[in-house]
């Protein structure tokens, strides 16, 4: 009996190429994973089959109080999510100002981090959306600001475009 040497590498090196992805999306390094490798169709290789929300999407938030989003324009903008299995990688511009949004679906949620690209602790916080279908997201935003102590929180609607 012979042993094919490239069978078994090609066996072993595919899980362990698996398990590598899924440990560094635990990292922080996951954004910057999700952002360039989300045109990579891994579904099979986790065997999830999560909803599907890539593309373009428009997302409109409240303002939670805070005096710098007053116009309705500030708090209304589009996005392109990428996704790579189930956590999806966003980013969007308010008032001239660049965010970024990373989060992980689960269930019919996609829950997460999001924050200002240039000064993390500037302007950040969580957001837990209610995927209600593949068109449409609402949910809530908590929100810290180096501008105040206090937390602000209110809605945040996204339907694709």
């Known amino acids: ?5 490239n069978v078994i590498l090609t066996g072993i090196a595919a899980p362990i ?6 440990t560094l999306l635990d990292f922080s390094i996951s954004h910057y994973l999700v952002k360039w490798f ?5 579904r099979g290789f986790f065997r999830d ?12 938030w409240n303002a939670a109080g805070s005096p710098n989003f007053q116009d309705d324009l500030d708090r209304h903008g589009h996005a392109i ?3 790579f299995g189930r956590y999806c990688y966003a980013e969007f511009a308010a008032k ?3 965010y970024r949004l990373f989060g992980k679906i689960r269930g019919n949620y996609l829950m997460g981090e999001w924050y200002d690209v240039k000064d993390k602790n500037a302007y950040f916080g969580v957001f837990e959306l209610r995927i209600v279908s593949g ?27």
């Open 1 to 5: 009996m012979q042993l094919d040497l």
């Open 38 to 42: 989300s045109w990579i169709p891994v």
């Open 49 to 60: 089959h999560p909803n599907d929300l890539s593309g373009m999407w428009d997302q409109r």
């Open 17 to 22: 190429a698996v398990l590598l992805v899924k």
């Open 81 to 83: 999510i990428k996704q």
């Open 135 to 161: 068109e449409a997201m609402d949910g809530l935003y908590l929100g810290h600001s180096t501008r105040t102590s206090n937390v602000g929180q209110d809605t945040w609607k996204w339907t694709k475009c």
């Open 96 to 98: 001239g100002r660049q």
